[in-house]
């Protein structure tokens, strides 16, 4: 069975210093990973994705991701945290068999000024 | 450029009453799919199609129905309305082949009194 955690419901940071949010995912064959972004009352939007290759994948809007098979995590990360960053963000992996997509819980992200 | 569109954007019914919500994407993706998204549930899979003529269940099947007629349409039917499935439901889909993302729409809000 595919599956992601992400065991922060919520993350806090100051707006200038490095932020992480974690994901670990549980998957049979080769992953395909992924982070989205939601804002209040909006629908999700892609950040980034692994796919194969480069254990750092960088997506939209400065953030990266690295992906680690031995720790099987795909953690999303920011040199340097804008109050605008703050939002839900979403881990998810894709089914190699049947195409569905399974999220995680999300992590909500607060910069603070 | 329209993506995925989901109406209406916001409804409230009745207890026992039925209603669609309908999304259609202009992308010609062959993977259409229905979430309910509850606060600290993350993301459920309702409903998905492969492509038209072909649906199948996801997590959180009971008490709605799908269709996919054609590619572009995948309405979703609450068949009696209950007070458990006040929610927000995005509609999203994807081309079909694993290392492609998924496109949300904007989430339809509905609330069931």
């Known amino acids: 069975a595919q ?8 993350v806090n940071v100051a707006e200038g210093n490095p932020l992480t949010v974690k994901c670990t995912y549980s998957v049979s064959g080769n992953p395909y990973l992924f982070w989205y972004v939601q804002y209040p009352n909006r629908g999700l939007q892609f950040l980034l994705k692994y796919i194969t290759g480069d254990n750092l994948v960088k997506g939209s809007y400065g953030f990266e991701a690295e992906f ?17 960053d703050s939002a839900l963000y979403f881990c998810a992996v894709r089914a190699n068999t049947g195409n569905q997509f399974y999220f995680g819980t999300g992590t909500s992200l607060t910069v603070i000024p | 450029n329209a ?28 993977y259409m799919s229905w979430y309910r998204q509850d606060p600290g549930m993350g993301l459920r899979l309702i409903h998905y199609s492969v492509g038209a003529g072909i649906t199948d269940q996801g ?15 995948f309405p979703l039917r609450l068949l009696s309305a209950a007070p458990s499935q006040t929610s927000v439901y995005f509609c999203a889909s994807s081309p079909g082949s694993f290392g492609n993302t998924i496109y949300f729409g904007e989430g339809s809000w509905l609330t069931v009194v």
């Open chain 1, 3 to 10: 599956s992601v955690a992400q065991p922060e419901d919520q």
């Open chain 2, 59 to 73: 997590e959180v099947p009971n008490g709605y129905n799908v269709s996919r007629s054609t590619t572009e349409d």
């Open chain 2, 3 to 30: 993506g995925v569109t989901q109406t209406p954007k916001f409804q409230v019914l009745k207890t026992g009453q039925s209603m669609t919500l309908q999304c259609a994407q202009d992308m010609n993706h062959e």
């Open chain 1, 68 to 84: 680690n098979k031995s720790q099987t995590s795909f953690h999303l990360k920011k040199p340097s945290a804008l109050v605008s």
